[in-house]
């Protein structure tokens, strides 16, 4: 007759490592408080010496944690959640240090102004411990959303945008008319003296920035804001390649160009090309986020640096942080952007 093998416990374990149970919690789940790395190496190795598996389903209903963060990309473009370079990049670094402590990403992509109800369904049934929202618009158009996660309970990061300060909710942002305002004033500097800007969707608030910063830079250069020079209403390429075509039929056309994102500064070079203007020799073009082709294309796009897999490491860290430190506050990260000067400018 067979002899059932006890299982083995955490208890188990603390004991054989000399520590407290509360110890080994603290180093299977990474928190929420720390441990020596000499303690942690020890309950690790007692873990290894006794085979021992903790029961993930049963540990997440006795803390209630699920391990898993939830990821809202709320946009006028939900369906390019997974292939625009923001957020494929964003999610990469969240995903990367949300594994490194064994924590899981749940991408949940919203439309501006779609119905609420699946959301507040999910975060009803307590599936994440916490949530990190990429936000497109400032409040108040932001705030129905915001207050469905608040009332909840649930740890929140806003990235990109800060909700309304009543929230009193963490933030990770950048400066995006800063940074336009520095593309912009790298063309004047090189001489030019007619650049174009090809827009973002304008009911975007990084659109509206970015357009601020390219006219900011003229003033400042004592250069007239033309508005014939300045073209493009989406973030679509083909809406790039149409206000491009009209820059070309100006009577003067820019000798530069100012595009909002880098897949509209790939289109523009497309466009100029396909009329044999030379780039940067005839026509030099700047984008905005360094997106992962903008190094290899040839010659390689000068542009505005966004730290995707930062932004989305740094929103890992801070929302578990929330999560699972008692005494853990809201905080306001601002990350730098850095123009990038490369062979198109």
Known sequence: MSVKQKRVTHRDVARLAHVSPAVVSYVINNGPRPTSPETRERVLKAIEELSYHPNAAARGLRVRRTRTIGYVSYDYYPERAFVAPYNSGVMSGL???LKERQHYMLPYPLQVGEDLASLTALLGS??????VVRLAEDPPVTDA?????TASAIPCVCLERPGASRFGLSCITYDDEGGAYAATQHLVARGHRRIAH???????????DRLAGYERALVEAGLPIDQRLIRGRTWMPADAVAAMRDLLQLREPPTAVFAANDQLAFSSIEALRAHGIRVPEDVAVVGFDDAPLAQDMLPPLTTVHIPFDD???LAADLILRLAYDGEAGPETVTVPLQLIPRGTA
């Open 95 to 97: 995903t990367a240090a």
């Open 311 to 313: 932004l989305g490491r």
């Open 126 to 131: 307590r599936r994440v411990d916490g949530m």
């Open 145 to 149: 959303l915001l207050e469905a996660i």
């Open 198 to 208: 090809i827009q973002g969707d304008p009911r975007q608030q990084a659109a509206r």
